[in-house]
């Protein structure tokens, strides 16, 4: 059974930095329905809002995609070794205040589309503030 499981959120001055971590357990072993065949993504929820995608990291070949938002500031990598995926968050803004979510979709599937992903984890709150 596939868990997904997020930490490292909290409270930050605007232009300071964090990084979220996403730990994904429970892939097969075999590399061709592990890893390779996902892809990870990171959204967010702000008070009032919807889910928004803002990047995503495929398995097979890294690929990886940020939302306008972000670009620039944010940067997902992924440890297959330690079944980790990370979001580094850099220049931070009050507007990035929200409540952030690590997904897994099966499949190397280019979409921030909620519904594609399959296995969610409980959301780490991160606030930016002064």
């Known amino acids: 059974q596939v868990q997904v499981v997020e930490s490292g959120g909290g409270l930050v001055q605007p232009g300071g930095s964090l990084r979220l971590s996403c730990e994904v357990s429970?892939?097969?072993?075999?590399?061709?329905f592990g890893w390779d065949y996902h892809t990870v993504g990171w959204f967010r929820q702000a008070p009032g809002k919807?889910?928004?995608?803002?990047?995503?990291?495929?398995?097979?070949?890294?690929?990886?995609y940020y939302v306008d938002s972000v670009k620039g500031r944010f940067t997902i990598s992924g440890d297959k070794p330690k079944n980790t995926v990370y979001l580094q968050m850099d220049n931070l803004m009050p507007e990035d205040t929200a409540v952030y979510y690590c997904?897994?979709?099966?499949?190397?599937?280019?979409?921030?589309?909620?519904?594609?992903?399959?296995?969610w984890g409980q959301g780490t709150q991160v606030t930016v503030s002064s």
């Open positions: 429970g892939f097969p072993s075999n590399s061709a």
């Open positions: 997904a897994a979709a099966e499949g190397n599937i280019a979409t921030m589309t909620p519904t594609w992903y399959n296995y």
């Open positions: 919807g889910r928004e995608g803002i990047s995503y990291i495929m398995g097979r070949n890294a690929e990886t």
